[in-house]
């Protein structure tokens, strides 16, 4: 089951709506954000990606300025573009991401599989 996501630079030369997020999901899989399109340069989203029952995240790949990241479930963070981000899992079915800054066009593929949803590991 695959996820797709991405935002694309607008021809605005104004600085307002500088990136937009468009997706495509399976029937499987869901991706939704706050904050509306067109996005401008600096502003925040959150990304949430979650599977319907019985599928679980395989694995979710991001990408912005050039650089990219594969997030796996109960991943904590990882580097994009320069900066460090926070992966919020509630299950292997269902996480956030908080993007305090969009710099840069963000792509977003997501993989889902059939599996057993499991609550986060507690932390050592």
Known sequence: VDVYASTKRTTST???GDYRISK??????NVSYTGSNPFDYGEDTTVHVYTDN??????VKFSMGGDSAT???FDTSFKLD??????????NADF???????TDDLSINA????GTERTTPALL
């Open 14 to 16: 104004s600085g307002d």
């Open 24 to 29: 495509t999901t399976d029937s499987h899989s």
């Open 54 to 59: 019985n599928y679980i995240v395989n694995y």
């Open 71 to 73: 997030v796996e479930p």
């Open 82 to 91: 320069g900066e460090t981000y926070y992966v919020d899992w509630d299950t």
């Open 96 to 102: 956030e991401v908080y993007f305090d800054t969009l």
């Open 111 to 114: 993989k889902s599989e059939r």
